[in-house]
Nanobody, 118 residues
Framework: QVQLVESGGGWVQPGGSLRLSCASS????????MGWYRQAPGKQRELVAT???????SYADSVKGRFTIFRDKAKNTLNLQMNSLKVEDTAVYYC????????????WGQGTQVTVSS
């Protein structure tokens, strides 16, 4: 069982920056695909960014050029650097870890709130 805990959320003005962190109970430098999702009030959860075990990254069009997903080996964390934040980035952000080989799994953190407003 993989346990994930997000942190780093908070309030920021438009144009500001935040860095989210996801601590994992297992080594994040594995074959798992890890990612960040977000869910705004009244909206479906959407994919923000992913990173494979090999380090390949992918981003939603809405955050390209502004967000960066990366891993910190020393801290064993998955991180999301968010720059040039917009009001529409306001959401609960969730860390996700997936295994595609046996034993397969799909794990989620509890979420961390990001609020962007003036």
């Amino acid at each position: 069982q993989v346990q994930l805990v997000e942190s780093g959320g908070g309030w920021v003005q438009p144009g500001g920056s935040l860095r989210l962190s996801c601590a994992s109970s297992t080594n994040i430098f594995s074959a798992n695909v890890m990612g960040w999702y977000r869910q705004a009030p009244g909206k479906q959860r959407e994919l923000v960014a992913t990173i494979t075990g090999g380090g390949t990254t992918s981003y939603a069009d809405s955050v390209k050029g502004r967000f960066t997903i990366f891993r910190d080996k020393a801290k064993n964390t998955l991180n999301l650097q968010m720059n040039s934040l917009k009001v529409e980035d306001t959401a609960v952000y969730y860390c996700n870890s997936r295994r595609l080989v046996w034993p397969t799994g799909d794990y989620w953190g509890q979420g961390t709130q990001v609020t962007v407003s003036s």
